[in-house]
């Protein structure tokens, strides 16, 4: 019975030490890919041309779904634009 409670503790702590080093080596790799990928340029992606099916709406409509994605991606996201579904 002692080496079967041996066995799960060397089982366990084996199981977290991976699941720790996974997690640093993603967080690693995720702080590479921002320093090497280039970030998009914004002024190409409004000179793309509006997708169709998008309708014009009110612009304080507009300014509050802007402002709403703003504060929910803080601040990373942006409205390309609106569809109706």
């Known amino acids: 019975m002692n080496i079967g409670i041996t066995l799960?503790?060397?089982g366990m702590v084996t199981v977290f030490a991976v699941?720790?080093?996974i997690?640093?080596?993603?967080n690693l790799l995720i702080k590479i890919?921002?320093?090497v990928a280039p970030e998009e340029d914004v002024k190409l992606a409004k000179a793309v041309k509006a997708p169709t099916g998008?309708?014009?709406v009110a612009p304080d409509v507009?300014?509050?779904?802007?402002?709403?994605?703003?504060?929910i991606t803080g601040g990373?996201?942006?409205?390309?634009g609106i569809k109706r579904l």
């Open 8 to 10: 799960m503790i060397v």
């Open 19 to 21: 699941l720790i080093i």
């Open 23 to 26: 997690i640093q080596l993603s």
């Open 33 to 35: 890919v921002n320093r």
């Open 54 to 56: 998008v309708v014009p």
């Open 62 to 71: 507009a300014e509050a779904i802007s402002q709403a994605i703003a504060k």
């Open 76 to 80: 990373k996201g942006m409205v390309a």
